[in-house]
């Protein structure tokens, strides 16, 4: 039963992770936040999705 438990848990962090960094790189470019100010955990994520959107850092 642990196991069970880690794994979704571990399926809901990474959605969460997911849904952050998304939000992070909106709050990006439209200049509320800056890349310095991502947490370290997401900031990888933020920054593949910035490059994906062709987004200049």
Do not use: F, H, S
């Amino acid at each position: 039963m642990c196991r069970l438990k880690e794994w979704a848990l571990k399926i809901l962090l990474r959605k969460e992770v997911e849904v952050m960094a998304i939000v992070y790189a909106t709050l990006i470019i439209k200049g509320r936040k800056t890349l310095d100010q991502v947490p370290a955990l997401i900031r990888p994520q933020v920054v593949e999705i910035l490059a994906d959107l062709e987004v200049e850092v």
